[in-house]
């Protein structure tokens, strides 16, 4: 096979990948009603001057399916770390024990697991359109390849589509298990 054609295949491919990896990343941000560290994932917090991931000033761990403990390295950062929770806007409501913070996730209502199941369907839609724009970059570049025969250009471009259709199906196949996670009470 020509090199440039195998370039572009690798090149697709690697687009592909990063689709399915940012709707993975996103869908760790939608949270299915049991509580995990995850869900803590986005917060930044004010670290002396410099925005630091919360796990990297405290220990967040769940004790349980409904509660979520952040535990600072430093105390003095209590109240900042609170203060990042709620600026985040997950819809928590962190409590200070002067200790530790607690986070009680609340059971989701059917309408909240309906919301949070369209959200989930429109991040999968969106790495469906990543995919397909790989597809369709990759099917330009194909085209622009000057020294290869109009056979083996169709056969990429099949090999293409064949590419494109078993990512589209992982996207499927990853959004109805998060689905059944979000529908499952």
């Keep these: 096979m020509n090199e440039d ?3 572009i295949l690798d ?24 509580a995990s560290p995850a869900m803590l994932g986005s917060v930044m917090v004010d670290y002396y001057g410099s925005q630091t991931p919360l796990n990297q000033v405290a220990n967040v761990n769940t004790p349980d399916g409904r509660t979520i403990t952040v535990q600072p390295w430093e105390k003095s950062m209590l109240q900042e770390i609170e203060r990042s929770i709620m600026v985040a806007n997950l819809g928590f409501n962190p409590m200070n024990n002067g200790e530790s913070i607690i986070i009680n996730v609340p059971a989701l209502t059917e309408e909240r697991r309906r919301e ?3 959200q989930a369907k429109a991040e ?5 359109i990543g995919i397909r724009n790989a597809r369709k970059d990759a099917n330009h570049d194909i085209k622009k390849v000057d020294d290869a025969s109009e056979d083996l250009q ?5 090999d293409i589509q064949e590419m494109t259709d078993s990512y589209v199906k992982k996207v499927d196949d990853i959004f109805h298990v998060k689905e059944k996670e979000i529908m499952t009470v």
């Design 154 to 158: 169709n056969n990429a471009e099949m």
């Design 5 to 7: 054609i195998q370039f």
């Design 11 to 34: 090149t697709a491919k690697e687009a592909m990948d990063a689709a399915i990896k940012h709707l993975e990343k996103q869908f760790v941000n939608i949270r299915a009603g049991k």
């Design 124 to 128: 999968a839609e969106d790495a469906k």
């Design 116 to 118: 949070l199941s369209k």
